[in-house]
Each structure stands twice: as C-alpha cells, then as structure tokens.
T-cell receptor, first 109, second 112 residues
Framework: GQNIDQPTEMTATEGAIVQINCTYQ??????LFWYQQHAGEAPTFLSY??LDGLEEKGRFSSFLSRSKGYSYLLLKELQMKDSASYLC??????????WGAGTKLIIKP | SQTIHQWPATLVQPVGSPLSLECTVE??????LYWYRQAAGRGLQLLFY??????ISSEVPQNLSASRPQDRQFILSSKKLLLSDSGFYLC???????????FGQGTRLTVV
C-alpha cells in the first residue's frame, strides 16, 4: 500500500535549526511536496522536489532521496511564527497526492 | 494573480440537513480543482477532483457529491448530512496534475 510517515510533533528553540523527516512508499513517484499549515488555516505550499538533492529557499530547504524514499524539510533561524504543522505529500504515478498526517512544530523562546 | 475563494468559513448544520460549499478560482483558466477533508491527526483525504467542466472523479464513496458547473467553480454537496461528515473541508486548485496546489481558507463543518 501507499504510506507516508512523519513525526507527530517536534519542539525546537527560537533561532535554532530543525529537520523534519518524511519517508514515503508510493506506487510510482512524481515528486514530493512540503506544506505549512498554521492552526485553523489552510496549508500553504513550501517546496517541491522531484530529483535527488537539496532545494534551498531562504530559511527553508528541502531534501529528497528517491532511492531511500526519504525527504526532509530543514528550517533555519527559527522564528516564533514558524510554529505550525508541516505536511509532507508524495505524488504517485497517477498524479495523486498521498498525504502525511503532519508534524506539529512547537517553537520555544 | 490567482486567488481562490471558499465559503463559508464555519458552518453548523443539523443531522439530515443538506449541504452546499462553494469554491471559486480567479485569475486562471481550466484549473484542476479538488475537495479535501482533513480530520484531526490524519492526512488530507482527497474527496473529489475535477480536470474540467462536468468532469468529476470521486476518490472515496460517501455521503457527499461534487459538481463543476463552470470552469472555475467547484461545489461540494450533500442531501442529508451525517454526524461523521463533521470536519475541515478544503478546496484547492492547481495548474496541472503535477504542480503545487493552492488551498482556499477552509470550511469548518460541525454536524449536530
């Protein structure tokens, strides 16, 4: 079956770095998405990886290893506003997104 | 620029009543449109998607239906709501099937 795994919750300190991991099993693969979702709000797109390697966008970076079925989202210089859930989603061969349950990131001062 | 509007933001409905949630997209043509439901502690569940007017694909058999009467309008409906229909409903659009999706504000539906 198709599956996405990511930690339920993580805690980090303001100004620090945190890495949120995601492993996936899909029927075929057409890319890996990361979204940010603040409580009670809609998800917003952060990044998309389809080739192996690291994609950097300001304080956020996303990494993909297709052979390992593994991705991570790296957040640097954490700010209080980064407190949110981070959703990992893998796209299968039918272009359907398989979503993880999300990782709730708590930032402490 | 493209925008997506979804309403209402919150809704409390009695069991057995009908439902109609509306979603419209502006600034793009022939978008792919999606209805998702998000339950607490679980991943987004795709309910319906549409690649064009009148074309609806259902992912999960349920008490709900969807329609796309116009290119940029997507409607989620039910004839008779169940308690289990409570949840956070999200409309989304994407340019193509393999590009990022953009979400509406969501509707928090409580069936009582």
């Amino acid at each position: 079956g198709q599956n996405i795994d990511q930690p339920t919750e993580m805690t980090a300190t303001e100004g620090a770095i945190v890495q949120i991991n995601c492993t996936y099993q899909t029927s075929g693969f057409n890319g890996l998405f990361w979204y940010q979702q603040h409580a009670g709000e809609a998800p917003t797109f952060l990044s998309y990886n389809v080739l192996d390697g690291l994609e950097e966008k300001g304080r956020f970076s996303s990494f993909l290893s297709r052979s390992k079925g593994y991705s991570y989202l790296l957040l640097k210089e954490l700010q209080m506003k980064d407190s949110a859930s981070y959703l990992c989603a893998a796209m299968d061969s039918n272009y359907q997104l398989i979503w993880g349950a999300g990782t709730k990131l708590i930032i402490k001062p | 620029s493209q925008t997506i509007h979804q309403w209402p933001a919150t809704l409390v409905q009695p069991v057995g009543s009908p439902l109609s949630l509306e979603c419209t997209v502006e600034g793009t043509s022939n978008p792919n449109l999606y209805w998702y439901r998000q339950a607490a502690g679980r991943g987004l569940q795709l309910l319906f998607y549409s690649v064009g007017i009148g074309q609806i694909s259902s992912e999960v058999p349920q008490n709900l239906s969807a329609s796309r009467p116009q290119d940029r309008q997507f409607i989620l409906s039910s004839k008779k709501l169940l308690l289990s229909d409570s949840g956070f409903y999200l409309c989304a659009w994407s340019e193509t099937e393999n590009t990022e999706a953009f979400f509406g504000q969501g509707t928090r539906l409580t069936v009582v």
